[in-house]
């Protein structure tokens, strides 16, 4: 087995992103301690920051050829606003999936706009993705404008695809090739700054 892949610092205008630490946990939890923001994750709000501390802890245990979550901070001011990642990647299938969430004060500021990107040139870049996915509920306006925005196709449901909380959800799959991000990345980089 190769050596584990580095989780490089990526860099936008307003924003880097960088491996999320422990040390996030207080500001992610505004996220990830949200029952709204967290109402299209996959996973209930957590309870308090001691369990967001347990999931920034158990996603960097993860390979990082595998998986990784990047902290979303202000260039100007150090402060963290939210999280992106990428996940289920199987580098044979050149394919994985991607995620992203926002504190809810940073929302409507073109914050994803700029560092989804970023994310994206990674991925089909230094990770070699030809396919890169994002399974987003029905009801989650705000990030199928993203998807869209990015250049992601709608590619149909999936009923029931997880539970949460003993639950089904069910999504639609997005996805976004390599030839599309190429042809359209120059129009998102000159848009994407509010």
Do not use: K
Request: aromatic residues 8%.
């Amino acid at each position: 087995m190769s050596e584990p892949l580095a989780i490089p610092e990526l860099t936008t205008p307003r924003w880097r992103l960088r491996a999320w630490v422990e040390l996030d946990a207080d500001a992610l939890h505004a996220a990830f301690g949200d029952p709204e923001t967290m109402r299209f994750w996959d996973s209930p709000p957590q309870r308090d920051v001691a369990e967001t501390v347990a999931f920034i802890r158990d996603s960097r245990s993860a390979d990082p050829r595998f998986h990784a979550a990047f902290a979303i901070t202000s260039r100007a001011t150090g402060e963290t606003v939210g999280m992106v990642n990428y996940h289920e990647r199987r580098p044979e299938r050149r394919r994985l999936a991607v995620g992203w969430i926002l504190v809810r004060p940073w929302r409507r500021q073109g914050i994803m706009r700029e560092a989804v990107p970023a994310l994206l040139n990674h991925c089909f870049g230094i990770l070699g993705a030809h396919r890169i996915e994002a399974r987003i509920e029905a009801e989650n306006a705000p990030s199928l404008r993203l998807a869209e925005y990015l250049g992601f196709q709608h590619e149909g449901d999936m009923r029931d695809w997880t539970f949460v909380d003993g639950e089904p959800r069910s999504v639609q799959m997005h996805a976004l090739l390599r030839p599309d991000w190429v042809a359209r990345r120059d129009h998102v980089s000159s848009t994407s700054n509010p």
